[in-house]
C-alpha cells in the first residue's frame, strides 16, 4: 500500500529529517538514502523498517544538516601517498602527462573522513530512530485509511464471488440433465424408430454427470472463500494469505471451467474468473 510520513528535529548531531514512502510491491523492498557518516547504522535501520513494514516498496531518507568543521576532518596521509603512487604507476604505463590533483585525490575514498563518528554518532543515534518511528507511524495512518477502503472492496468481490458460485452450483445438474435430453434425442434420430436401449442411454448419462462432477471444486471454493474473509477480518498482515488462498480459488475455477461443456455454466466461470483477477490485483497491495 502507498503512504508517506516526514518527522524532523533538532538531535546530538545536529537538524535530522527523516522522510519515508511506501508504494505497492508483491514482497518487501527497501530502499535507504542516509549520509556516510551514518552508514555504520544502516543495517539498525533497515531491520527497523522490517519492524513496521512487511509488504511494499519502501523509501527511507535520513538528512543530517550538520556541516563539517574542521575539527571533525581526519587526513589520512598513508592512503592518499598509496593512491599517489598507483596513479604514478599508471601514468608511466600508459604514457600519460598529468599532474595529480589534490582536489579529485582527496575526494577519493577514505583519504578524507570525519572524526565525528563513535562516541556522538552512538549518542545521536536514538533519537533518529525515534524519529524513523515517528515518520513510520504518520506513514501508517495513511496506509490504514487505504487498506480499509481495499477491505471494504475485497468484501464486495466476496459477495459477488458467492452469487456466482450458487448459480454455478444451480447450473451443474441442470447440465447433465440437458445432456440426458439431448442424447435421447441424438439416438433417436439415428435409431430412426428402432428403440432405445434404456440401460445403454442410462450409462452414458451416469459416466457423463461423473467426468462433469463440480461438487468437490465447489464444496473447496467455499471453503477458501470461507477462510478468505475470515483471514480479511482478522489481524493484519494477512496479505500473503490472501494472495494464495485466491490462486487456489483460480485453480477450482480453472477445473470446474474444464469440466463444465455447458454453455451457460461457461459463462458464469469466465465471470468468476474476472472477479477473481481482480481480488488477486487487490491482495497484493495489502501487508
Known amino acids: 500500500m502507498t503512504g508517506y510520513g516526514r518527522s524532523s528535529a533538532w538531535t546530538p548531531i545536529g537538524k535530522v529529517e527523516v522522510e519515508v514512502k511506501s508504494l505497492n510491491h508483491r514482497f518487501l523492498e527497501i530502499g535507504l538514502k542516509i549520509p556516510s557518516h551514518l552508514a555504520a547504522f544502516e543495517e539498525q535501520l533497515r531491520r527497523r523498517v522490517g519492524h513496521w513494514v512487511r509488504r511494499g516498496k519502501v523509501t527511507v531518507a535520513v538528512l543530517n544538516d550538520n556541516p563539517a568543521q574542521e575539527k571533525d576532518l581526519r587526513f589520512n596521509p598513508q592512503i592518499a601517498e598509496f593512491y599517489i603512487r598507483s596513479?604514478?604507476?599508471?601514468?608511466?604505463r600508459l604514457g600519460?602527462?598529468?599532474?595529480?590533483?589534490?582536489?579529485?585525490?582527496?575526494?577519493?575514498?577514505?583519504?578524507?573522513?570525519?572524526?565525528?563518528?563513535?562516541?556522538m554518532l552512538r549518542k545521536g543515534w536514538p533519537p533518529i530512530l525515534k524519529l524513523v518511528d515517528q515518520a513510520f507511524s504518520k506513514m501508517e495512518g495513511a496506509r490504514?485509511?487505504?487498506?480499509?477502503?481495499?477491505?471494504?472492496?475485497?468484501?464486495?468481490?466476496?459477495?459477488?464471488?458467492?452469487?456466482?458460485?450458487?448459480?454455478?452450483?444451480?447450473?451443474?445438474?441442470?447440465?447433465?440433465?440437458?445432456?440426458?435430453?439431448?442424447?435421447?434425442?441424438?439416438v433417436e434420430q439415428l435409431s430412426q424408430g428402432l428403440g432405445i436401449d434404456a440401460d445403454r442411454l442410462a450409462r452414458e448419462v451416469a459416466i457423463f454427470a461423473e467426468r462433469c462432477d463440480i461438487s468437490e471444486e465447489i464444496i473447496r471454493s467455499k471453503s477458501h472463500l470461507g477462510a478468505f474473509e475470515r483471514t480479511l477480518n482478522g489481524d493484519d498482515g494477512a496479505g500473503r494469505s490472501l494472495d494464495f488462498m485466491t490462486q487456489e480459488l483460480l485453480r477450482e475455477t480453472n477445473t470446474i471451467g474444464s469440466k463444465s461443456p455447458d454453455a451457460a455454466l461457461a459463462r458464469r466461470v469466465i465471470d468468476l474468473k474476472g472477479v477473481l483477477e481482480k481480488v488477486r490485483e487487490q491482495v497484493q497491495n495489502l501487508e
Open 144 to 186: 490504514r485509511r487505504e487498506g480499509q477502503a481495499l477491505a471494504r472492496d475485497l468484501k464486495a468481490h466476496l459477495l459477488n464471488l458467492r452469487g456466482i458460485l450458487r448459480d454455478i452450483e444451480r447450473r451443474a445438474p441442470q447440465m447433465v440433465e440437458a445432456y440426458q435430453v439431448r442424447l435421447k434425442e441424438r
Open 96 to 119: 600519460v602527462r598529468s599532474e595529480i590533483n589534490l582536489v579529485e585525490l582527496a575526494q577519493l575514498p577514505q583519504v578524507v573522513t570525519f572524526s565525528q563518528g563513535d562516541r
Open 87 to 92: 596513479l604514478n604507476r599508471l601514468k608511466k
